[in-house]
């Protein structure tokens, strides 16, 4: 049976994961709480709105309403990245060669390892960024489409466009396609082979009750798990085509609460889903088979993360319930 070491933080969860095998929560105050031998709190921003994991999974990237993006080691070595003044910065991408994309409003940066900063303009606020897995590529979401940037050349971008708010945008872990999450309660996608007509290019993921605000690859890129309905709905992208004409699955289906967090575990087939109860499950994806990792709580699950080797799970919740499950217990 799972056990669950809890850990409550009476604060909005913004992320729950591991730096390398430490568990950090990182809190909408503006503090991380890190276990490692006791429980260490760290000022990171005055207002956090985002973090995220760099690529290699060494340093937990932040940012926040003090125009800050910060960064946190396993140790607690905290350092200032970027600082641009008294501006939100809500938006946070981790790239490749230890780069970092962030923005606020309509302009959109990237920060290079040698410290380099390129700025990007567009006409509309970026609400949403992510880099490519192979190359320095790097997408932005906002109205009406997705921007398409090489952060080390100075070409146009191009435009990938669909009529309406786009909130979030990423790559599939081998680069073929691109998907949004939209202010809709849908997602929206672009095959980027550049070998189909524009149509043919388009994917339009629909059906949702409410937004979709989590979302998951699982290890081999298959399937795109997301939130947004009373079960995980798991999208197949293992063709050429990725989902088009095809059903979803639909996991852990649950009646009478909504799945508002998904997170694939790093080696099996299998995703955790939290729920707006606090319920955590885990469902696998070849049969559908179910495990309980957490009973509920008293808030919705906000953030989850595996540990590299996939044996432990972090959590956190809206209102600060946030814990490590031992799925061997």
């Known amino acids: 049976m799972p056990t669950v070491a809890p850990l409550d933080l009476d604060e909005h969860c913004v992320f729950a994961g591991f730096c390398e095998d430490v568990p950090l929560f990182a809190v909408a105050s ?61 938006t946070l ?36 960024m992510a880099f490519a897995p192979k190359g320095m590529r790097i997408a932005f979401a906002r109205y009406n489409g997705v921007s398409l940037n090489w952060v080390n050349n100075k070409t146009e971008s191009t435009n990938l466009h669909w009529d309406g708010a786009h909130l979030d945008v990423m790559f599939s872990p081998a680069g073929k396609f691109l998907v949004t999450t939209m202010q809709e ?66 996991l852990a289906t ?28 885990a469902s696998r994806f070849e049969d559908s088979k179910e495990a309980v990792l957490r009973r509920g709580g008293n808030s919705a699950i906000s953030s989850m993360g595996w540990q590299s080797d996939g044996r432990l799970l972090a959590f956190g919740s809206e209102k600060g319930e946030c814990g490590v499950v031992d799925i061997a217990g």
Not at 108 to 124: I, P, S
């Open 254 to 281: 649950r009646g009478d609460t909504m799945v508002t967090c998904v997170a694939c575990h790093p080696q099996e087939d299998v995703v955790a889903i939290g729920f707006a109860d606090g319920m955590i499950l």
């Open 185 to 250: 309660n849908a997602l929206h996608g672009w095959k980027l082979d550049g070998k189909n007509s524009d149509e043919d290019r388009h994917m339009k993921m629909t059906g949702y009750p409410a937004k979709i605000k989590s979302w998951s690859w699982s290890v081999k890129g298959k399937w795109l798990v997301t939130s947004g309905a009373h079960s995980a709905i798991a999208w197949p992208f293992s063709g050429k085509d990725g989902p088009m004409g095809k059903a979803p699955m639909e």
């Open 30 to 90: 503006g503090e991380v709480h890190r276990l490692d031998h006791g429980h260490h709190h760290h000022e990171q921003h005055d207002g956090l709105l985002a973090a995220t994991l760099s690529q290699d999974g060494k340093k937990l990237l932040t940012s926040g309403e003090d125009g800050r993006v910060c960064s946190l080691t396993k140790s607690g070595e905290s350092t200032e990245l970027a600082s641009i003044g008294s501006k939100w910065i809500s």
């Open 93 to 128: 991408a981790s790239g490749p060669q230890d780069a970092i994309g962030f923005a606020t409003g309509r302009t959109a940066y990237v920060l290079l390892k040698d410290g380099t900063l390129r700025e990007f303009n567009e006409e509309r606020s970026v609400e949403g």
